[in-house]
């Protein structure tokens, strides 16, 4: 088992090698594991409306094509720190999708930043929301493996990192 102060050290140094369009790349990443959750995506559209949901998808898909070029701008921060909903009115049967959609947008938010700031720190904020994720739902009995989800995620991340600037790396965006 990885601790967390080891495994951010571990990532903090696989990141600070490589470009700013490799760690666009690898956030981007990290936002595909959200997107391929139906029940987030489900409660994101149900809380937040269609166009909210699929302008986050499209800023994933810029964070993957990012070249250094301005179109990650301070104008999508702005749009993802407004996104809102009211927690108290949430179902208890909605309960981990909410906590699936905070996680999300946390994640979408620190990618961005990282972009614009160029900090490896906000990057992998963004890597650790799918850890928060993973671990929220192996505290609450809500995945069906007993395999350490947070280890095996941490595993991808580092070997996903390995592999970026070979540049053969796909993600299938059509869910």
């Not at 951010?8 to 700013?20: D, F, H, N």
């Not at 909210?52 to 070029?69: E, F, H, I, T």
């Not at 947070?150 to 869910?175: H, M, N, P």
Request: glycine content about 6%.
């Amino acid at each position: 088992m990885t601790f967390p102060s080891e495994r951010k050290q571990i990532l903090l140094g696989a990141l600070r090698v490589l470009t700013p369009t490799e760690r666009a790349k690898f956030s981007a990443w990290c936002l595909y594991y959200f997107e391929t959750d139906p029940g987030i995506i489900i409660f994101f559209e149900k809380v937040l409306g269609g166009q909210a949901k699929n302008r986050v998808a499209s800023l994933a898909r810029r964070l993957w094509s990012y070249d250094g070029s301005a179109d990650i701008t301070q104008s999508d921060l702005s749009f993802l720190e407004v996104l809102d909903w009211d927690v108290d009115a949430v179902s208890e049967s909605d309960i981990d999708v909410s906590q699936g959609l905070t996680d999300y947008l946390a994640a979408a938010a620190f990618a961005v930043k990282g972009v614009l700031t160029g900090r490896e720190e906000d990057i992998y904020a963004c890597s650790e929301n799918v850890i928060n994720r993973l671990d929220y739902l192996m505290s609450f009995n809500e995945c069906e493996t007993n395999e350490d989800l947070v280890e095996a995620e941490f595993e991808s991340q580092v070997d996903f990192l390995r592999s970026v600037s070979s540049g053969q790396l796909k993600i299938d965006w059509s869910r």
